[in-house]
């Protein structure tokens, strides 16, 4: 039976415990002989990243021992921590971030020799018998020296890995061709960041495996290309956004052609090392994923000059494609589904479940679904986000009133909103709230012309398009204009504070991980992102003045709301300092600012029990800043 009862006090079946439980995290299928692996993010077990195999028709087990977590930390976020062949693993422990090999109903033995070095991008040189990947040298100077390198495989522990490729600033997607004959790579210098502009390199193999006439394929100034990959007929494919979108392309014999042109995102922007939105087949079609109005879809050409054909899922997000044979596995989910690994036939459209994330811990009839709103933001520009309505079978708000809305400012600041299930948002759904997360000008997925709309301008646009988004559904009577609150971590929580300090439209912020000071991330930032912020607002020291008026911490007597802060006590990329610094500014204002600091976090939190009391934390502080008042039905979470 529906009882009316005022928003944001409804009794919710999800609890923090829930979410937590619901954020495993599942990435990076591949296929070897066969057996599929991927990884797992596990909250219960403190955030440790899990391989785990599966035969054909087998179930599943974990691959890598108790004592051992996959993931690297280059750039700090890491990525393409392993590689299969044979049945045998390579991957990057997290404990000391060296290369370890593990064959089958062995212990993992360490490969090459140990030293001060993170590894990632983990790729197999089969005709070399040899294993790629990017190398960070924490010890060569100011800042980490980048190379490719190369482990052998045959020799066994003890070898040294043997440099390939050093000299630019970063490096990444090391591929070698299938013949073993060429070495494609992608590189960029500082101050540009890998969605900026790269350059893909091709050399030639000697016969000591060491790359010599060196071409550049693509890329340059403006051109930023993503993922190379050879073709089994050793054409070399890869994404660029050489036309304003992120298209695919095939290089051939020194012939560059377009596949399928579209105005849609066919790539992303490179966080992470071994990002994958495509895959080409046994038999030279390629299955790709692509974004467009703020959703994924899968495509299929069958042959180069073939068009584009949409396949039929039931995804709207869509990653980490991967051939296997003339199918594909891949990552998806939906609103009405978490994140599964899967393996799809386009011949016959056969869809297999190799792993499910999770199940969602909600019926049908208590989830929201996403609504995908543009609206108009300042300069006669055009902004977009995705839009969820309270939803609970067994409440209704007051007649006349209208929800709280809680505004999400996703981090990046090239992230976008995820259209599809996130416990999160449901757990706030489920009691009342409306939620809108906010694809401001700077996000992926509508061209390289929305990503540049923040160049320079980063702590204007972004707010001013969070704003209008909040006004937007205020004036369409969709939300109480009166009880709105801002979250967001990373570069999301700078949002919420340059928010908060630019006007009255927030009553509340919740700051994750968040940026308040741009003058210490300039100075004592990693080295990927430590010209970041060049683009985004001027060159450091001489814009120095643009970055304290930009910085909420130099600006803290303009924030006049609540604040609730949450601090990974490890965090390389936020230093806990700057927060700390932030809430005792605004302290000293006698101005509202909770601190919760987590041991053992980094940036981005992966422990269950750190994400179940921030919900717990972030739900009593709104009910508090919003006079909402305690629940007037039993929270069953």
């Known amino acids: 039976m529906t009882r009316e009862v005022p928003y944001g006090g409804w009794a919710s079946p999800l609890g923090p415990a829930d979410v937590a439980a619901a954020s495993v995290r599942l990435g990076s299928p591949r296929v070897d002989e066969d057996v599929g692996y991927w990884t797992e993010t596990r909250p219960s077990e403190g955030g440790r990243s899990v391989l785990v195999r599966r035969p054909a028709g087998g179930a599943a087990s974990d691959l890598t021992p108790p004592a051992y977590s996959v993931r690297s930390r280059v750039h700090e976020y890491g990525g393409g921590a392993y590689a299969v062949r044979a049945g045998t693993a390579y991957f990057v422990n997290l404990h000391d971030q060296q290369v370890y090999r593990q064959a089958p109903g062995a212990d993992p033995e360490l490969l090459g020799q140990p030293g001060p070095w993170r590894h990632a991008d ?73 969605w900026d502009g790269t350059r893909l390199r091709v050399a030639g193999l000697g016969a000591d495996g060491v790359p010599e006439r060196t071409v550049t394929v693509a890329g340059g100034p403006g051109e930023s290309v993503f993922q190379p990959e050879w073709g089994p007929d050793g054409s070399l494919y890869f994404v660029s956004d050489r036309s304003g979108w992120w298209n695919l392309y095939r290089w051939t014999r020194g012939r560059l052609e377009a596949l399928a042109p579209a105005e849609a995102e066919f790539g992303l922007p490179q966080w992470l090392f071994g990002m994958s939105t495509y895959a080409v087949l046994g038999d030279r079609s390629v299955v790709c994923a692509f974004a467009r109005d703020g959703s994924w879809h899968l495509g299929r050409i069958a042959a180069p000059g073939s068009a584009l054909e949409t396949l039929p899922t039931p995804f709207t997000l ?104 996130d416990a999160v ?44 988004a909040a006004q937007h559904l205020a004036e369409r009577g969709e939300v109480d204009p009166r009880r709105i609150a801002i979250r ?25 991980y968040g940026v308040s000071d741009l003058e210490t ?46 601090q990974g006590l490890e965090d390389r990329v936020v230093p806990p300092d700057q927060t700390e610094r932030m809430v005792a500014a605004l302290r000293e204002r006698g101005i509202t600012a909770e ?39 039993r929270d069953l979470g």
């Not at 970063?170 to 070698?176: D, I």
């Not at 924030?559 to 609730?564: C, G, L, S």
């Not at 919760?596 to 179940?612: K, S, V």
């Open 595 to 633: 601190y919760l600091a987590f041991p053992g976090e980094q940036h981005g939190f992966r422990q269950a029990e750190t994400i179940r009391r921030c919900l717990e934390a972030e739900l009593a502080f709104y009910r508090r800043a919003l006079g909402l008042g305690p629940s007037s039905l």
């Open 318 to 421: 869509i990653a980490d494609l991967w051939p296997d044979g003339d199918g594909v596995v891949f990552t998806g989910a939906s609103p009405d589904s978490d994140t599964a690994v899967l393996r799809l036939d386009p011949a016959t459209g056969q869809l297999d479940v190799l792993r499910q994330g999770g199940s969602v811990p909600l019926a049908p009839d208590w989830l929201s679904r996403p609504r995908a709103i543009t609206f108009p933001t300042a300069g006669g520009a055009h902004a977009h986000a995705l839009f969820y309505r309270p939803r609970n079978p067994e409440a209704t708000g007051p007649s006349g009133e209208r929800p709280p809305l809680l505004v999400r400012c996703h981090g990046g600041p090239t992230g976008a909103a995820t259209p599809a299930f």
């Open 521 to 566: 991330l300039a100075r004592d930032t990693h080295k990927f992102e430590s010209h970041y912020l060049d683009r985004l607002v001027g060159p450091y020291p001489d814009a120095a003045e643009t970055y304290r008026a930009r910085s909420p911490l130099y600006h803290a007597d303009r924030i006049t709301e609540p604040v609730i802060f949450f």
């Open 122 to 194: 983990l790729t197999l040189d089969p005709a070399r018998g040899r294993l790629l990947c990017v190398r960070e040298d924490p010890t060569s100077g100011a800042e980490p020296r980048s190379s490719v390198v190369a482990f052998g495989l045959v020799a066994g522990r003890g070898s040294p890995a043997r440099t390939l490729v050093t000299g630019p600033d970063f490096l990444a997607s090391p591929r070698a061709s299938p013949d073993g004959a060429s070495l494609a790579w992608l590189e960029w210098d500082h101050p540009d960041m890998p």
């Open 425 to 468: 948002v449901q757990f706030w759904t489920t009691r009342g709230f409306a939620f809108v997360d906010v694809n401001y000008g700077g996000s992926s997925g509508y061209g390289r012309a929305y990503r540049r709309r923040l160049e320079g301008r980063w702590g204007l646009v972004d707010v001013a398009d969070c704003v209008a």
């Open 488 to 512: 967001g971590s990373s570069a999301g929580g700078f949002t919420v504070l340059a928010t908060l300090a630019s006007g009255e439209t927030f009553r509340a912020g919740a700051v994750y």
